[in-house]
């Protein structure tokens, strides 16, 4: 297992009470007789690592890269969070001069930002990849509709085959727009759904054209679905994740912090957010899935996770291996006392504020589980989120709760509809 898991503030026996249940779960999962079982295609991910869709997405990632200067992601949710999370947990903070520029729209309705978007990509090579499985989401239909125009105006000779169209292989809108105007297209298979479709065309096309190896994703993936397709509770850390998870939610903690503390993560909590709280969140029941970024928000929200209302829990993600590390070195006159801890590096003292800050919330019944990774590479983050796939999995039937469909989500899109038609 390339993640280790530790926690504090759980009883261990209450865990190991749990290998029965949790070896009935492991058997709906993988016979595909439990709640939702139509849309399991994510356990082994077997249409996607299919070798000729795999080759088709190296080249489409390639011409992009070659040709564009700007790619433009339109998708929402699960047709934009995973890829987004991936791409920018692996990119510099700075220097982007190697990379593709991939800009993210589609996912909200402001104005403002097409606006400014489409001033921006003026005099840029712009190529688009609309993903959306439904076809009809409205969010990712407007921006696809200004920005086809757009592209049909700028580049009347190719527009169309700047255009590539994630989305389902037979229905929907996006689907017949795509056949009439000759689109390449990707497909979003149909047993899969947005949140656990990172590893299909939806979250491999834009990472193959941020130039990351999509190779590597392979094998992290292959290696994750053979570790934690394991029902003994003592060997799968995805499980005993869930496991933790539904006990700490029965004794009254029902927010969950997710805590980072590398500021390129901040769009893993995003996808970690959208994961759990659409497959947990149903029948009243559910953790709150939250997010922090540590140390900026102990200077913030530190107050009221130390001794607010006690139904917090903290999930840390520890990356051991920074990519880089830089010392403290001494001075000379010393003016802001820093000498004292000049032997320790930033990286060194990140980890010890971690520490402190988990024996300080321990302190306050905050208690917490510490996910441990190695480093954020392509092998390694992928692992990660299918750990997190698997344990979400397991988690939604520990609460009895169907984990792969989102019934509630359609409430405010036929209240809107409704108000749109007036
Ligand atoms: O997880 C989900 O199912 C959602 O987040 C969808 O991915 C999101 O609503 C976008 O749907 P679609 O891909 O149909 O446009």
């Not at 090579?125 to 921006?143: D, L, P, R």
């Not at 010890?352 to 988990?358: D, V």
């Not at 390694?380 to 709760?401: P, Q």
Request: hydrophobic share 40%.
């Amino acid at each position: 297992m390339n993640i280790k898991l530790e926690y504090k503030g759980i009883e261990q026996s209450k865990i190991e009470s749990y290998q029965s249940l949790v070896l009935e779960n492991h058997k709906l999962l993988n016979e595909k007789t439990g709640k939702g079982s139509d849309f399991l295609g994510w356990l082994d991910y077997k249409s996607s690592l299919d070798e000729q869709l795999l080759g088709s997405i190296k080249e489409i990632g390639e011409e992009i890269r070659d040709k564009a200067d700007v790619l433009l992601v339109l998708g929402i949710g699960g047709s934009y969070l995973g890829a987004k999370a991936f791409i920018s947990s692996m990119e510099n903070y700075f220097d982007k001069s190697d990379s593709l520029e991939i800009i993210y729209a589609g996912n909200q309705l402001n104005s403002e930002y097409l606006v400014e978007l489409l001033d921006y990509i003026e005099g840029k090579s712009v190529y688009v990849n609309v993903i959306s499985k439904s076809g009809t989401t409205i969010e990712t239909a407007i921006a696809f509709r200004i920005l086809r125009k757009y592209l049909e105006e700028r580049f009347p000779e190719d527009a169309d085959r700047r255009i590539i169209a994630t989305t389902d292989v037979e229905k929907g809108a996006l689907r017949k727009l795509s056949d009439i105007k000759g689109y390449r297209t990707l497909p979003v298979p149909d047993d899969i759904g947005g949140r656990y479709s990172i590893f299909t065309s939806v979250g491999l096309l834009p990472i193959a054209a941020a130039g990351i190896d999509i190779d590597e994703v392979v094998e992290g993936l292959k290696a994750a679905i053979a570790d934690f397709d394991n029902e003994n509770l003592s060997e799968n850390t995805a499980y005993q994740y869930a496991v933790i998870r539904n006990i700490l939610y029965s004794e009254g903690k029902k927010i969950e912090l997710f805590v980072n503390h590398h500021p390129k993560l901040v769009y893993l909590s995003e996808w970690f957010k959208q994961l759990f709280g659409e497959s947990e969140g149903k029948d009243g029941k559910g953790i709150f899935p939250a997010s922090v970024l540590f140390s900026t928000d102990l200077h913030s929200l530190g107050q009221i996770i130390q001794e607010g209302e006690r139904t917090l829990f903290e999930t840390f993600l520890n990356i051991e291996k920074p990519k880089n590390d830089i010392a403290i070195e001494e001075d000379e006159n010393n003016y802001d006392g820093l000498n004292e801890i000049s032997k320790f590096s930033v990286d060194d003292i990140d980890k010890i504020m971690l520490k402190a800050t988990k024996e300080a919330h321990l302190e306050g019944n905050v208690p917490y589980i510490d996910l441990k990774v190695k480093q954020i590479d392509a092998y390694n983050l992928t692992y990660l989120m299918y750990f997190f796939m698997k344990a979400c999995a397991m988690g939604g039937y520990l609460l009895e709760v169907n984990p792969f469909n989102q019934p509630g989500v359609e409430a405010y899109k036929s209240k809107m509809k409704a108000l749109l038609k007036k």
